[in-house]
């Protein structure tokens, strides 16, 4: 069993900057596909940004193209997101998750495909 622990929500104001982390135990052994999702209550939960452990190969929502920036620190088994210029929509549980494959093995925004997943960190959006 894979434990992913999210951490760096928070409540901003549009138009500034978080960080979230996510610990990703083994992270160094095997190829992964490590992404970030987002869900508000009453919608289905959403692909953000995605990477692939091997080839650094990045995946980005439309919504989030320019402001979103998904990194990982193997040294530290930690996978990021960078967000800046956010939005209120941008307000929503984060989760992050991860599988054991290679991210252009499947639809690496789908968050059907992955098997491991965080307890989520709110992040809040003020106008």
């Known amino acids: 069993q894979v434990l992913l622990v999210e951490s760096g929500g928070g409540s901003v104001q549009a138009g500034g900057s978080l960080r979230l982390s996510c610990v990703v135990p083994g992270l160094t052994y095997g190829s992964y596909c490590m992404g970030w999702f987002r869900q508000t209550p009453g919608k289905e939960r959403e692909g953000v940004a995605a990477?692939?452990?091997?080839?650094?190969?990045?995946y980005a929502a439309d919504s989030v193209k320019g402001r979103f920036t998904i990194s990982k620190d193997n040294a530290k088994n930690t996978l990021y997101l960078q967000m800046n210029s956010l939005k209120p929509e941008d307000t929503a549980m984060y989760y992050c998750?991860?599988?054991?494959?290679?991210?252009?093995?499947?639809?690496?925004?789908?968050?059907?495909?992955?098997?491991?997943w965080g307890q989520g960190t709110q992040v809040t959006v003020s106008s």
């Open positions: 998750a991860a599988i054991g494959s290679r991210c252009y093995l499947f639809k690496a925004l789908q968050p059907d495909e992955y098997k491991y």
């Open positions: 990477i692939d452990s091997d080839s650094n190969a990045r």
